[in-house]
């Protein structure tokens, strides 16, 4: 692990104390990946049949002498590297002649050749987020084991989240754990889709005719692709017989599945899990996932994180469920506040109403209420953009905090030369559409060791959370590292301006 693992020195500024714990790019975090010779290409030619071909051409002792010797390299790296290579290979089964029996080290060896690692975080680190972690056993008093959540950006500017997991306290200390281990990509699995989703994505996408009705009215209130597919095999030959109703039938299919579900043997540790582009419109990355510990209008805790969904061309939001940060459920977010970066959820329900915070104008942070479709409404602007260090634009850094004096948002401004600061403010509890007070000269901006990087003059967080009268801020510098810094509570609220 590239990190400070000790902090025996504290930069403090005027509020913020930064710790000398950073965490910097990893290269040897890898997972494996299908890779498909020709296809990599700018211009592609498939070179996968002729591939196959010239392993077939190999006698089995030069397969298995080949087989082993690709363990011997890698299987330290992995998990489960054989069962990877016979997934790869089942992928590009169809190119096997019909009439040729493999054995199972000649279908490994050929999952092996269409396979490659993939370096999750070779260029930069950043953007973390920090929650309660599900595992609190062997602690001594005053600690508090935490999972930081990661943007991960390897070749490409391909992102994906990863996990790490922290020990804060007593005081002002804080550990990293072990970070070591192969990584492991989530198995994707059998989703439960709802239909008040369906109904919303219709809307967002302006689909209205007698075939999208007849689906709503249709599919029961949970149901899974096979439950889809099965009410698609039933509409009515009378709407089948439209010159329309294939296209609908398509895009539908389409929208269901863009919400899917991975999930993690129990075996795997939380920071050998990677959340890895699994559809088309976040084929370019997950960006900036903003944890939350929630509870439920029936009082049960859970987990869900907003991050922003990448195709190379469009951004969508998309937000993530979990009870326990080892099943994961994605689920796209619609409705006009929906339409932009940058949306963090509140930790609970505030007057029965389901809110979050987002930046939907791409300037101003605002406050939105998501309705019984699941849409999230026109927000209520909460910040604009009105001091010299965030005039371009403003927005949020995470989750609201609960604090008795009210909902502590660490903000971020971005001004002169795109350089972003990290600024506070203070909504009512009960009312958070009024802002009760503002940190106005901010709280962290980029200093002399942190400026320079993939994306210079930034310092950028997902969420924090208090732990034992302190705020803690896990936060990106430069968008190449993770940096720790930690702020007396009473102290930060005491500095507040009242609005």
Not at 57 to 64: A, G, P, Q, S, Y
Not at 226 to 234: L, R
Not at 455 to 463: A, D, F, R, T
């Amino acid at each position: 692990m590239t990190a400070t693992m000790d902090t025996p020195e504290l930069r403090t500024d005027d509020l913020a104390t930064r710790h000398e714990l950073v965490m910097a790019p990893d290269p040897r975090r890898v997972v494996i990946k299908l890779f498909v010779p020709g296809e990599d290409a700018q211009l592609v030619q498939n070179r996968a049949s002729g591939l196959i071909e010239r392993i077939l051409r190999l006698t089995e002792d030069e397969i298995v002498r080949l087989l082993d010797d690709v363990q011997s390299r890698f299987a330290g790296r992995h998990h489960d590297l054989l069962g990877v290579f016979g997934h790869h290979y089942d992928v590009v089964s169809h190119r096997v002649p019909a009439d040729r029996t493999l054995s199972p080290s000649a279908r490994s060896l050929i999952g092996a050749y269409f396979s490659h690692e993939f370096s999750v975080e070779a260029a930069a680190l950043c953007n973390p987020s920090m929650v309660p972690h599900p595992d609190q056993s062997d602690l001594e008093p005053g600690e508090l084991r935490v999972a930081i959540s990661l943007r991960q950006i390897g070749e490409g500017h391909i992102s994906s989240i990863g996990f790490c997991s922290a020990i804060l306290g007593p005081g002002d200390a804080i550990r990293l754990e072990d970070r070591e281990g192969p990584l492991t990509i989530g198995h994707r699995v059998g989703a439960k889709h709802m239909r008040h989703q369906l109904a919303a994505a219709l809307i967002d996408t302006e689909i209205d005719n007698e075939a999208s009705a007849y689906l709503a009215c249709a599919l029961p209130e949970r149901y899974t692709d096979e439950e889809f597919e099965e009410v698609i095999g039933h509409v009515p030959a009378e709407l089948l017989g439209r010159s329309t109703t294939q296209e609908t039938l398509d895009r539908i299919r389409h929208l269901v599945a863009g919400n899917y579900a991975v999930t993690f043997p129990a075996t795997v540790p939380l920071h050998q899990r990677v959340l890895w582009p699994a559809t088309p419109a976040e084929s370019n990355g997950m960006e900036d996932a903003r944890f939350v510990q929630v509870v439920d209008p029936d009082g049960r805790p859970a987990y869900q994180a907003t991050y922003t969904a990448y195709d190379g061309r469009h951004i969508s939001g998309r937000v993530i469920f979990s009870r326990d940060l080892r099943h994961f459920e994605v689920t796209t977010l619609h409705g006009p506040a929906a339409r932009n970066k940058g949306m963090a959820l509140f930790p609970r329900y505030v007057g029965g109403r389901k809110l979050a915070l987002c930046r939907s104008d791409g300037e101003t942070l605002g406050l939105a209420v998501r309705d019984e479709q699941h849409r999230w409404h026109h927000a209520t602007p909460l910040l604009t953009p009105h001091r010299g260090w965030d005039l371009i634009q403003v927005g949020n850094c995470g989750s609201p905090v609960e604090t008795e004096a009210g909902w502590l948002v660490l903000t971020h401004g971005v001004g002169p030369m795109r350089r972003y600061a990290i600024g506070a403010m203070l909504l009512d509890l009960e009312h958070p559409e009024r802002v009760i007070a503002d940190l106005p000269d901010g709280l962290m901006d980029p200093d002399e060791t942190e400026r320079e990087g993939y994306v210079p003059n930034v310092v950028y967080s997902c969420g924090g959370m208090v732990h034992d009268g302190r705020f803690w801020l896990p936060y990106g510098a430069s968008d190449v590292r993770v940096g720790f810094a930690s702020i007396p509570l009473d102290r930060l609220l005491a500095r507040m301006v009242p609005c």
